[in-house]
């Protein structure tokens, strides 16, 4: 039987035309990155005062979603408002916003925010995925190295629409019809990979 919804992976790298904002190293101890790339809830004030700059080797196409190198889920005030009328649980996602600079460091007026994902779901399908244990040498952590993402459908809570992959939390996961509607409505700058392709591509 033939699932009924799919989860791809969110957001990649949408090629050269487009945006992008600087990485967090910039701005954010490593504890506290690793954090937020976690899927740890920060408080909706997190981000308030911080101003982050688009980057200046990324392209100058302002779309309604923004790459980052860290993983995040950059979105417009526009596309904010999108997802805040899907309905989604406090305890789902929470929405960081910040102030975006430009590439000459002036500070834009279009609302920009990271949505961060609350929920980890433990899915991942390793006997399709392409994946590996990586132990660091120094710490001794023990961490999933992922390169394509396929997962176990009825590991997925039936409502979830947003989420984090527990295996690997930088990974975001986006279920299809929600994807679908994102396309519809024509926002832009969001790209996916679809289950079981290849999480890195060279344009």
């Known amino acids: 039987m033939t699932p009924k919804f799919t989860y791809p992976s969110i957001p990649h790298d949408p090629g050269p035309k487009p945006a992008g904002i600087r990485p967090l190293s910039a701005y954010l101890l490593a504890s506290v990155r690793i954090r937020l790339k976690s899927g740890e809830r920060m408080g909706e004030a997190f981000l308030s005062n911080l101003e982050i700059q688009l980057s200046k ?4 196409h302002l779309t309604d979603f923004l790459y980052s190198e860290d993983r995040l889920l950059v979105a417009s005030g526009r596309a904010q408002e999108f997802l805040e009328g899907q309905r989604f649980l406090p ?10 600079k430009d590439k000459k460091g002036k500070v834009r007026p279009d609302p920009y925010c990271v949505v961060n994902p609350l929920v980890k779901v433990a899915c991942l399908d390793v006997e399709k995925s392409n994946c590996n244990l990586f132990t660091n040498p120094v710490s001794g952590k023990v961490r999933w190295n992922v390169e394509s993402i396929a997962v176990r459908d009825d590991a997925i809570p039936p409502d979830l629409r ?22 519809k409505a024509k926002f832009t700058g969001l790209v996916a990979r679809e289950p079981g392709e290849a999480l890195t591509k060279i344009f």
């Open 162 to 183: 947003l989420f984090r992959l527990a295996e690997d939390p930088s990974r975001i996961l986006i279920r299809s019809d929600l994807l679908a509607a994102i396309r």
């Open 91 to 100: 305890e789902e996602i929470e929405y960081l916003s910040f102030r975006l």
């Open 57 to 60: 080797e990324a392209g100058d």
